[in-house]
């Protein structure tokens, strides 16, 4: 999983992309890490905080945890309308919320901010189970 699977994503969430303005090219205001009009709110900027192997079966890796960090900049307070829309939107697809930083507001340039974090694990080769999905038999001792 990359950063533009995730706008991806997010771009097929109808309810999301009702709340988000379109910039000139027409295209919603969900960005991959810069946006081209730093003046076009609400919006939304996913960067890639943290990747990693996390299961490996024969020293090859077949587990990788992603991790996405979306802030969401606004005129206007719509950051609880909008982060419970990413959450949404996300956790249909596998993804889980890993942190929520407050929110804040930047009194100088006017602007409500909120990060929320969210990681994706991704099984690498679907053949084989990755270790963090494998369930423990319980075991009788006669």
């Not at 988000?20 to 003046?39: F, K, R």
């Amino acid at each position: 999983m990359d950063c533009s699977k995730v706008v991806d994503l997010l771009l097929q969430n109808l309810q999301l992309i009702a709340m988000l303005p379109v910039d000139e090219t027409g295209h919603p205001a969900i960005y991959q890490i810069l946006s081209p009009e730093s003046e076009l709110f609400p919006r939304i900027a996913v960067f890639e905080s943290a990747r990693a192997y996390t299961a490996f079966a024969d020293d090859a890796p077949i587990e990788e945890r992603s991790e996405f960090r979306l802030d969401i900049y606004a005129r206007i307070n719509v950051l609880f309308e909008m982060s419970t829309l990413l959450l949404t939107a996300l956790t249909v697809e596998g993804f889980t919320r890993y942190a929520t930083i407050q929110d804040d507001y930047l009194p100088e340039q006017g602007i409500y901010v909120k990060s929320v974090v969210f990681e994706y694990h991704e099984q690498l080769d679907p053949e084989l189970e990755p270790l963090s999905a494998a369930k423990e038999e319980p075991t009788c001792n006669p």
